[in-house]
């Protein structure tokens, strides 16, 4: 009878927390120009990425034009004909990760995601 009764109270509470949990929406930090806290500062390789202050411009011709993907070691891009890793810089820009199809930039501590330039294969 006991045990009833504690199954029922926590059947009642979860009942109260899981729409609470998973009903309200996605929360999106506004980093006012600063450097988000949520980004890390070393990539899972061990290298430290440079957060440098610089002048807040959109990148100009930043263009993936390769990948070389490789889910257990190290992935290079191709970026505006230059081959980069994790960590290198492009422009104004550091590699922050290389994935199949599209490499994450990071400046200022603000992502930026460029997919590969599909124009003109096959």
Do not use: C, H, W
């Not at 949990?21 to 980093?31: I, N, P, R, S, T």
């Not at 034009?65 to 992935?75: A, F, M, N, P």
């Not at 081959?83 to 290389?98: E, H, P, R, S, T």
């Amino acid at each position: 009878m006991l045990l009833n009764k504690k199954l029922l109270i926590f059947v009642f509470f979860l009942g109260l927390i899981l729409p609470l949990a998973f009903g309200q929406e996605e929360l999106v930090y506004d980093a006012k120009g600063k450097r988000n806290p949520f980004i890390p500062l070393v990539t899972p390789e061990g290298r430290l990425l440079k957060l440098d202050k610089r002048e807040n411009t959109m990148p100009q011709g930043l263009a993936i034009e390769g990948i070389i993907y490789d889910k257990l070691g190290r992935s290079f891009a191709i970026v505006n004909a230059e081959v980069v890793g994790i960590g290198d810089m492009a422009g104004d820009f550091q590699v922050l990760k290389i994935l199949e199809n599209k490499v994450i930039f990071i400046r200022n501590g603000e992502l930026l995601e460029v997919e590969l330039n599909k124009e003109g294969r096959e």
